[in-house]
């Protein structure tokens, strides 16, 4: 891997990670973490283990049980990716990153790309992103604190959000019910029995009208740079 070794890791900007396309190669590949290669590595300080490397098991397109193992600097932390598409499983068991920022050159989101990322707490969608219709792309993602989906996203398929921990909101550029009317039932299941709850964009407090239709609205408070904040 060309990244192999580097202990100290904590953030990583890629031009792709999965599949990319010139419009005349093949794919380079799905796995995010293949770029660290499947060797372990581990750094020594005054004779004490500092840093090392932590197994990951990224699972293959076509078996539900085969799976190729790589080791990721246990530093690594947040991952920016500017473009490409994000393949089947990209970053499927990458447990102990918790930031991935998806550039808006980002054109697609694979199966199961953030599967069992259970550290995983803040994702950036891709600005310019037309749909989610993969399946079980953020299943496992127990420690995410909130979802932000595009106005541009019209579609989403049943059952990306599943997740056994706690829920947690999913805020919506979108401005009214009209807007995802496109959505799958059960876009936003959490688990069989329960949802995670979702709020519609407002930059003016809602009217008494949209109070009364029992939707509930969120909109940038301005305290700091894209920090939410729900109309009471």
Known sequence: GAFGGCVSLAEITLPFAGLFKDGTTLPYGYHFARIFGSYEFKDFKYGILSYGSRKVEQINQGSSSEKTTYYVPESLRKVTILGGDVGYGAFSGCDRIRQVIL??????????????????????LPGNLASLGAQQIFVGCNSLDYMLLPASCKTISSGIFLSSWDSYPIYLEAA??????????????????????????????????????GKKYWHYDGTKENSIAVWE
């Open 176 to 213: 009214d019910s009209a807007d995802i009317s496109g959505f799958a039932a059960g876009w936003n299941k959490k688990d069989e029995s329960s949802n995670h709850e979702y709020y519609f964009y407002s930059e003016n407090e809602p009217t008494t009208v949209q109070r009364q239709s």
């Open 103 to 124: 550039d808006d050159a980002v054109a697609s989101i694979g199966d199961k790309a953030f599967m069992d990322c259970s550290w995983l707490d803040s994702v950036r």
